[in-house]
């Protein structure tokens, strides 16, 4: 059985012209452009089409549609996973100061239900943080200090 690696070689212009159709559509689906989507997807569905009228083999239309989103991919990955990069340290940073916003609101006696409205989440996720900052915070050195300075009767009350 002969396999025919349309990756190797270059492309015919029907199988180029599914490629690039591909390609485009790969970069439309990287915008998020509803209608810039479904028009690379109508170009890919007319240049199988034309491509199948020359008799091309409808693997060699599939190796074509792989190599053309695999060109895209390696034009975009860069600036994507920069973006994700970026979209995770901003995810990090919002979640920090979520946190530290609860405990700030747990510290001065807000109870966790006022807290849990204003955060728009259930008062058992504002308990588990609440829960979570407190062992944290035990098994902390600032726990240490806040210890050392307290009275007996203060640490059971």
């Given amino acids: 059985m002969k396999t025919d690696h349309t990756a190797d070689r270059a492309l015919s212009p029907e199988l180029e012209a599914i490629a690039a159709a591909a390609h ?24 199988a089409s ?16 792989q190599q053309g989103e695999q060109r895209a991919r390696q034009q975009l990955s860069g600036d994507v996973l920069g973006q994700v990069t970026r979209a995770a340290k901003r995810k990090r940073d919002a979640d920090t100061e ?24 259930s008062h058992g996720t504002i308990r588990a943080i609440l829960t ?26």
Avoid: M, W
């Avoid at 439309?28 to 240049?47: H, K, S, T, Y």
């Avoid at 034309?50 to 549609?65: K, P």
């Avoid at 405990?103 to 239900?113: P, Q, T, V």
């Avoid at 979570?132 to 009350?157: F, I, K, Q, V």
């Fill in 50 to 65: 034309a491509a199948i009228a020359t008799g091309a083999r409808l693997s060699a239309i599939a190796e074509a549609e």
């Fill in 24 to 47: 485009d559509r790969l970069h439309a689906q990287g915008g998020e452009d509803l209608p810039a989507i479904e028009e690379a997807g109508r170009r890919v569905a007319q240049a």
């Fill in 98 to 121: 979520y946190e530290q916003a609860i405990g700030r609101a747990g510290r001065i006696g807000l109870s966790h239900r006022e807290i849990a409205t204003a955060a728009s989440v």
């Fill in 132 to 157: 979570r900052a407190t062992t944290a915070t035990a098994n902390g050195h600032a726990a240490e200090r806040e210890l050392a300075g307290s009275e007996p009767d203060e640490l059971a009350a």
